[in-house]
């Protein structure tokens, strides 16, 4: 499903509960993260799968600990 950026309704929608991995890709990187975020919200338990361009224990070392947890 596609949407022109991360929202609950589209994640939602798109079966992100049920899902076994999903993957939020997004032209740009911190929209691929906020989807990711947003999705481990609504749906804890899932695993996501991500392509992200950097690296984020360099970039941002809050937010690379984030992702891990």
Same mark, same amino acid.
């Given at each position: 499903?596609?949407?022109?950026?991360? =929202? %609950?309704? +589209?994640?939602?929608? @798109?079966? *992100?509960?049920?899902?076994? $991995? #999903?993957?939020?890709?997004?032209?740009? =990187? %911190?929209? +691929?993260?906020?989807? @990711?975020? *947003?999705?481990?919200?609504? $749906? #804890?338990?899932?695993?996501?799968?991500?392509?992200?361009?950097?690296?984020?224990?360099?970039?941002?070392?809050?937010?690379?600990?984030?992702?891990?947890?």
């Amino acid at each position: 499903m596609e949407g022109a950026a991360p =929202d %609950e309704r +589209t994640l939602l929608r @798109a079966g *992100l509960r049920g899902a076994e $991995a #999903p993957a939020p890709l997004y032209e740009d =990187d %911190e929209v +691929t993260m906020r989807a @990711a975020f *947003l999705a481990r919200r609504l $749906a #804890p338990g899932v695993r996501l799968v991500l392509g992200v361009r950097l690296v984020l224990r360099t970039y941002n070392r809050k937010l690379g600990r984030r992702m891990r947890t």
